[in-house]
């Protein structure tokens, strides 16, 4: 047999035999191929763990009038939901509004959203984070007349990195008209 001929015969069942056995990982990608293989799927960090990191910002004026200590609150990415630390802090808030200090007042809570995402789905997920708070307070009792709920998006958010865009996904609390 000519050593093309051999080459022919034997050389697929090596290709086979190397397939079959993984020959310790899997073949680098051609370079043009490499440039068209999607990216590798990156996990974010979770938002900041600490003190301070929960869903809501109250501002300091009913910070002050309600004897809540300092504390922003953020939403991880693409959630409106409400974390069990975020409970404590809206069920002061809800008190002071039902039986406090501002009994009466009204309440108004704006929803952010970080800068990733197209303009209108950010402008939605910030409302969906303040009508979340929004339902958390009005269960504890506040007149949902006196809860108003609107959504600046990603228009205040000023973030660059993971870090920064947790702090753009929160819901401001302040006081109302």
């Known amino acids: 047999m000519t050593p093309i001929r051999r080459l022919c015969t034997y050389a697929p069942l090596g ?4 397939l079959v056995s993984g020959c310790g990982g899997s073949p680098p990608l051609p370079a043009a191929a490499a440039k068209n293989a999607p990216p590798a799927l990156v996990t974010a960090p979770p938002p900041p763990n600490t ?11 009913i910070r002050r009038a309600c004897g809540i200590p300092d504390t922003d609150a953020y939403f991880t990415f693409d959630s409106s ?3 069990s630390k975020d409970q404590s802090p809206l069920d002061r808030v809800a008190t002071c509004f039902k039986s406090g200090p501002l009994k009466g007042r009204a309440m108004r809570l704006v929803g952010h959203a970080d800068p990733r995402g197209a303009t209108e789905y950010n402008v939605t997920l910030g409302q969906a984070r303040a009508d979340a708070v929004a339902q958390y307070v009005d269960a504890r009792g506040l007149e949902r007349a006196k809860t108003s709920t609107t959504s600046r998006g990603a228009m205040d958010a000023v973030g660059t990195d993971e870090g920064g865009w947790a702090r753009d996904r929160r819901v401001d609390v302040e006081l109302g008209n």
């Open 51 to 61: 003190p301070t990191a929960s869903s809501v910002a109250i501002s300091e004026d």
């Open 15 to 18: 290709i086979v035999g190397w």
């Open 81 to 83: 939901r409400i974390t």
